[in-house]
């Protein structure tokens, strides 16, 4: 694959690539809505990732291709000022030339190839995997001595800046610093990390429902403005400081959507740490139970579910009962469904979705069997 990558790099830039950035796309198990809130949370990376190959330039041009957009290509100027072009996928990469630029640092013309096999709008953090795999080839050809942390910084500020999402700094952070055979424990307010690791006999299914997603950003930017305007009236720096108790005390003060917001990620923090010791014990109902509850917060309290997803959880739960915990991943409204089960279990799920999902929503779900990958890595060209 990176081979035909590499003649297909020397085809269009008649000049081989110097190096390959490669970062993966990402699932979170639990803590959902809650890394803005400077709360936990417990994602993996995937092996499903965004592989860039590069070659810098003697001038202050970046020429951006990308395999799953033969037709179209992006051409801006790093020494000049960096606004919005017209491609879409090609903003991503100037967002990363703006905010590296905006903290003083200076960029080098560079040709790029983008390649990549995380599936799109499905909740897995494509986005987050071409951020971070732009970052590190920045780093790369203008020796800029970032860390993995810098670079996952860089790409939340992208989106806040550049892109207009207001997200966390989850899904850039494991894409930068995942494990293979493990989920990362983040700590989002010092950004300390723990490796957590999944058993070898717990398999990782995603399903992504393919509902079509819509309005995501104004609802996502929504729900942290919720979470903020409810710590500000609970007078604590951000939901983190709250618990159950300072919640009921200030429950007249707040809104409804407000409580409920808050309620989410108060008990979301605390299934997280619940969840590592049912990992570090491979107690499989304990998780199925902690991801149930999850997705029901979710659900009812911080409303980011459709009925498409929680349909593949009741497929699911209809299946294989406490055989299986699940729950949905990302940031909802539509993407994809996260399942932990053993491996014999693992064609049921299959067969319960490609028997009841279809015919319930009128929608075909992709099923993929996964496991959690390398996060952040610059490789030689093969
Ligand atoms: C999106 C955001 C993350 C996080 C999740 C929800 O993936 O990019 O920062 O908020 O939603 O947990």
């Known amino acids: ?52 190959l590069y070659r810098k330039r003697n001038d202050t041009l970046v020429t951006v291709h990308s395999t799953q957009y033969p037709g179209e290509h992006d051409r801006f100027d790093v020494s000049a000022d960096i606004s919005q072009g017209d491609s879409q996928w090609g903003n991503y990469i100037r967002a990363m030339a703006f905010v590296l630029k905006r903290q003083g640092h200076q960029l080098s013309g560079v040709d790029v190839l983008i390649d990549s096999d995380v599936p799109q709008g499905s909740g897995l953090s494509s986005s987050a995997a071409l951020e971070v795999a732009i970052g590190g080839m920045f780093n790369d050809t203008a020796k800029l ?12 500020q992208a989106e ?22 493990c989920a990362l424990k983040i700590d989002c307010r010092d950004l300390s990390t723990q490796s957590v690791r999944i058993p070898d006999d717990l398999n990782l299914v995603i399903i992504n429902s393919n509902y079509p997603r819509k309005l995501v950003d104004s609802e996502y930017n929504q729900r942290r403005i919720d979470c903020e305007s409810a710590a500000q ?64 917060s979710l659900r009812n309290d911080f409303e980011v579910t459709v009925a498409a997803t929680d349909g ?3 497929i699911i739960k209809g299946a294989l009962a ?41 929608l075909i779900a992709d ?13 030689p060209v093969a």
Do not use: W
């Not at 808050?262 to 979301?268: F, L, P, S």
């Not at 099923?367 to 490789?379: N, V």
């Open 233 to 296: 009236k609970m007078n604590i720096k951000s939901l983190r400081d709250a618990n159950l108790d300072i919640l009921q005390q200030f429950k007249t003060a707040l809104t409804d959507d407000e409580y409920r917001r808050a309620r989410h990620v108060i008990t979301e923090n605390q299934r997280v740490i619940s969840a590592i010791d049912a990992l570090a014990s491979n107690d499989l109902e304990k998780l199925g139970d902690l991801m149930q509850a999850s997705h029901e």
């Open 160 to 181: 806040n800046d550049f892109m207009d999402c207001q997200c966390g700094i989850m899904d850039q952070m494991i894409s930068a610093k995942g494990e293979p055979g």
């Open 1 to 52: 694959m990176t081979q035909s990558l590499s003649v297909l790099f020397e085809e269009i830039y008649q000049a081989p690539a110097q190096a390959l950035s490669s970062a993966p796309g990402r699932v979170n198990i639990i803590g959902e809505h809650t890394d803005y809130s400077e709360g936990f949370v417990l994602p993996c990376s995937l092996e499903f990732c965004t592989k860039v």
């Open 367 to 379: 099923i993929y069997d996964c496991r959690a990958g390398s996060g952040l890595e610059i490789l």
């Open 322 to 362: 406490d055989k299986a915990a699940v729950r949905m991943t990302g940031g909802g409204f539509g993407g994809a469904v996260v399942c932990l089960c053993r491996a014999e279990d693992v064609a049921t799920v299959k067969r319960a979705i490609e028997q009841h999902y279809h015919a319930q929503f009128d």
């Open 312 to 314: 593949i959880v009741d």
């Open 145 to 156: 001595n970032l860390s993995t942390e810098d670079i996952a910084l860089l790409g939340q």
